[in-house]
């Protein structure tokens, strides 16, 4: 009989980070390419791109390393 191993729960904050990290960025390269009517102080810094790339480059990363430790 095989020996089943525990998921561990950073398996699944990393895939819940590496996904909304992509909505964030998706939607910031969306506001990139077609600005908003009303625009708020800092837009200009695009804070949605930062973010969400942050969110999904941390997101991967934590994903990878507890999926390793899956096999």
Known sequence: MSEQKMIPIWYFVG???LIMGGLILFSGIYNLISPPVVKTILSETHPDIWWGAIMV???GGMFLVARKQIS
Do not use: A, D, E, R
Request: glycine fraction near 16%.
């Open 15 to 17: 895939l819940i980070l």
């Open 57 to 59: 480059l941390f997101g």
